[in-house]
């Protein structure tokens, strides 16, 4: 059974900093791809970062570009998104998400991921 858990959501002022986990259990015998999503109040889930499993391909959402980096330990079975310089517009759910794929395959669209984690919540204080 696939499990993906995340945390390191809470409050932060503008400007501030968080750092999200995404640790993930029950994918095994392959390699797989991961990502992060976000859905703000009354809005669609939204893509926001996804990396290889090589960890050698990332890709952002133009709004997170420059603020937010993605990054994953194989060994930890975990993908962490750093977040930097946050605003208000931040605030949503964040979602990890995973699916099988080759090493150097990177996913953005949601319909592609098979698994996701339950969500951790971001609120960004003005």
């Known amino acids: 059974q696939v499990q993906l858990i995340e945390s390191g959501g809470g409050l932060v002022q503008a400007g501030g900093s968080l750092r999200l986990s995404c640790a993930a259990s029950?994918?095994?015998?392959?390699?797989?791809?991961m990502g992060w999503f976000r859905q703000a109040p009354g809005k669609e889930r939204d893509f926001v970062a996804a990396?290889?499993?090589?960890?050698?391909?990332?890709y952002y959402a133009d709004s997170v570009k420059g603020r937010f980096t993605i990054s994953r330990d194989n060994a930890k079975n975990t993908v962490y998104l750093q977040m930097n310089s946050l605003t208000p517009e931040d605030t949503a759910v964040y979602y990890c998400?995973?699916?099988?794929?080759?090493?150097?395959?990177?996913?953005?669209?949601?319909?592609?991921?098979?698994?996701w984690g339950q969500g951790t919540q971001v609120t960004v204080s003005s």
């Open positions: 998400a995973a699916d099988y794929r080759t090493s150097t395959t990177i996913l953005v669209a949601e319909y592609e991921y098979a698994y």
């Open positions: 029950g994918l095994t015998g392959s390699t797989y791809a």
């Open positions: 990396i290889s499993w090589s960890g050698g391909y990332t």
